[in-house]
């Protein structure tokens, strides 16, 4: 067989090639998402998890009813009295469960990124939150607008968003799902992730009687990019509003206070681990 002869430096330059791929690959090992299994397995395995949500909507209609009572109209202010009532709602692990899509990370090692979101939002057959269903369309069957604020994508998302809420349920061919539920009232980010804009669309128009969430940011701007320390502080300032006109889902898997303990830095897996590692109070 005859063998080709090649430049030295062309040689040279293929073995730094193939040298430098190897030591970038060990450089940047896979991530390590074992420390979520816990989290998603209680959201989908733990009875106790479907329970603190069947409470939180259970709250949630003892508040819109005891909103409904005539006496209690009576005591709000007159540029309120004649407002049409509103509840505004997040919808990832509020209303929709998401939780397969962050198994399918553990399983694979790969962090959250937009191309395997997208392809999981996409088809659409995000399950409900426990209790979610019932309480949004008893809300509406007493004539409460639902606002639907998500930071998912208004461009890439809308359709399959609305359609997903409208079938969160297959029962004999037919869905099941939300009653009110479309273009005007989804309101997804087109630009800034925060929520507050969006809201005051809402506030213009209606009288919201409460918010339902899973993250803080869903409720107020207070929480917006803040420390831990000044999380748990604004959090007691609303000590009141818990249980009244905040209605918290739990969720372990992902949010805002994760990212409160990154102080929101962009930071490796690795770097995360360790800050991770450092939060933990000891005795």
Same mark, same amino acid.
């Given at each position: 067989?005859?063998? $080709?002869?090649?430049?030295?430096?062309?040689?040279?330059?293929?073995?730094?090639?193939?040298?430098?791929?190897?030591?970038?690959?060990?450089a940047a090992p896979a991530a390590d998402?074992? +420390?979520?299994?816990?989290?998603?397995? +209680?959201?989908?395995?733990?009875?106790?998890?479907?329970?603190?949500?069947?409470?939180?909507?259970?709250?949630?209609?003892?508040?819109?009813? @005891?909103?409904?009572?005539? #006496?209690? *109209?009576? /005591?709000?202010? /007159?540029?309120?009295?004649?407002?049409?009532?509103?509840?505004?709602?997040?919808?990832?692990?509020?209303?929709?469960?998401?939780?397969?899509?962050?198994?399918?990370?553990?399983? @694979?090692?790969?962090?959250?990124?937009?191309?395997?979101?997208?392809?999981?939002?996409?088809?659409? #057959?995000?399950?409900?939150?426990?209790? *979610?269903?019932?309480?949004?369309?008893?809300? &509406?069957?007493?004539?409460? /607008?639902? %606002?639907?604020?998500?930071?998912?994508? =208004?461009?890439?998302? #809308?359709?399959?968003?609305?359609?997903?809420?409208k079938c969160v349920e297959k029962r004999?061919?037919?869905?099941?799902?939300?009653?009110? *539920?479309?273009?005007?009232?989804?309101?997804?980010? @087109?630009?800034?992730?925060?929520?507050?804009?969006?809201?005051?669309?809402?506030?213009?128009?209606?009288?919201?009687?409460?918010?339902?969430? =899973?993250?803080?940011?869903?409720? @107020?701007?207070a929480f917006e990019k803040k420390s &831990?320390?000044?999380? %748990?502080?604004? $959090?007691?300032?609303? #000590?009141?509003?818990?249980?009244?006109?905040?209605?918290?889902?739990?969720?372990?898997?992902?949010? $805002?206070?994760?990212?409160?303990?990154?102080?929101?830095?962009?930071?490796?897996?690795?770097?995360?681990?360790?800050?991770?590692?450092?939060?933990?109070?000891?005795?």
């Amino acid at each position: 067989m005859k063998l $080709t002869k090649y430049p030295a430096g062309l040689a040279l330059a293929v073995t730094l090639f193939f040298v430098s791929a190897a030591a970038a690959q060990q450089a940047a090992p896979a991530a390590d998402l074992d +420390y979520q299994t816990g989290a998603v397995l +209680y959201m989908q395995k733990a009875a106790e998890y479907r329970a603190l949500c069947y409470q939180a909507f259970n709250i949630a209609r003892l508040r819109l009813d @005891t909103d409904l009572d005539k #006496k209690n *109209v009576k /005591k709000l202010p /007159k540029a309120e009295r004649k407002m049409p009532r509103a509840i505004i709602v997040d919808i990832d692990e509020t209303v929709l469960d998401n939780s397969p899509a962050q198994a399918r990370g553990i399983r @694979t090692n790969t962090p959250y990124n937009s191309k395997d979101w997208y392809e999981w939002s996409n088809k659409g #057959k995000a399950k409900a939150i426990p209790g *979610v269903v019932e309480f949004l369309n008893y809300a &509406v069957s007493k004539g409460v /607008k639902i %606002f639907y604020i998500s930071n998912r994508d =208004d461009k890439n998302e #809308k359709q399959i968003t609305i359609e997903n809420l409208k079938c969160v349920e297959k029962r004999d061919s037919k869905c099941y799902g939300l009653n009110d *539920v479309s273009a005007e009232n989804v309101m997804l980010k @087109t630009s800034e992730s925060g929520k507050e804009a969006r809201r005051s669309i809402v506030t213009a128009k209606y009288r919201v009687v409460m918010l339902v969430g =899973d993250n803080l940011d869903d409720f @107020t701007s207070a929480f917006e990019k803040k420390s &831990v320390a000044d999380r %748990f502080g604004e $959090t007691d300032k609303a #000590k009141d509003f818990w249980g009244s006109k905040f209605i918290v889902l739990p969720n372990a898997m992902y949010g $805002t206070w994760e990212n409160a303990i990154y102080e929101y830095q962009r930071l490796t897996e690795a770097q995360k681990a360790e800050k991770r590692a450092a939060a933990l109070e000891l005795p």
